[in-house]
């Protein structure tokens, strides 16, 4: 069902965050490019370079979801469509790039499993969520990088299914998960690597030390 704005305020999220109507920002994260900087002396340089394999060879760790999953807009950006020109996505044109690196594909099928490439070393590059990556390189040491270039900022959004027996009860209850104090203190934003998305949250994330990129 479409948002209660009388009820949950939206004035403080980033506006190009808003997908839907009826869904409400909660948290925003990064999908992007991770390298194995033992492999690669020269770190490579974006989506170009992550379908590149005769410059930087090696395996590709790639998401097995369907959606949301960014190796389609990294496809076409890699085949030179400009990241503004990327919609509707031409998916003959994606998978044909992709088609063209599939040898050294090797498919993950959860979080935990991306950083598990990563831990293991099992991949050259992958493209991941970036909480993920991180928490592998932090805290599990792994030898990688992410490639600053060419990330893809997602966001989660909370919805409620129309037909519940309170929706402004429920709406209220979002309100509340969005406000700054809860998303600093209460989000689960606070424990890993991803950002809040109500702004003045994320600038008091950054008084304390805990914001992530």
């Known amino acids: 069902m479409a948002i209660d704005t009388k009820i949950v305020d939206l004035s403080k999220v980033d506006q190009s965050m808003i997908s839907s109507p009826c869904g409400a920002p909660i948290i925003r994260y990064g999908f992007g490019i991770f390298y194995n900087t033992t492999k690669y002396p020269t770190a490579p340089t974006g989506c170009k370079d992550f379908f590149d ?11 097995s979801g369907a959606f949301p999953n960014q190796l389609l807009e990294c496809a076409l950006v890699a085949d030179g469509v400009a990241p503004d020109a990327l919609y509707p996505l031409d998916l003959n044109r994606a998978f044909a790039k992709i088609a ?14 991306s950083a598990d490439f990563m831990t293991s070393s099992e991949v050259d590059m992958l493209m991941a969520w970036t909480g ?8 599990q040491k792994a030898p990688y990088a992410i490639v600053p270039n060419d990330i893809f900022v997602l966001s989660d959004d909370v919805f409620v299914p129309k037909g519940v027996k309170d929706p402004a009860a429920a709406w209220a209850l979002v309100n509340y998960m969005m406000t700054p104090a809860n998303q600093v203190d209460g989000h689960f934003a606070i424990h890993v690597p991803a950002a809040p998305a109500n702004t003045a949250a994320t600038r008091m994330f950054a008084k304390i030390g ?3 990129v």
Do not use: M, Q
């Open 53 to 63: 394999t005769t410059n930087f060879p090696g395996t590709r760790g790639v998401w």
């Open 100 to 113: 063209s690196i599939k040898d050294s594909i090797k498919f993950w099928g959860s979080g935990a499993e």
């Open 210 to 212: 805990r914001a992530h």
């Open 132 to 139: 993920r990556g991180y928490k592998a390189i932090e805290e």
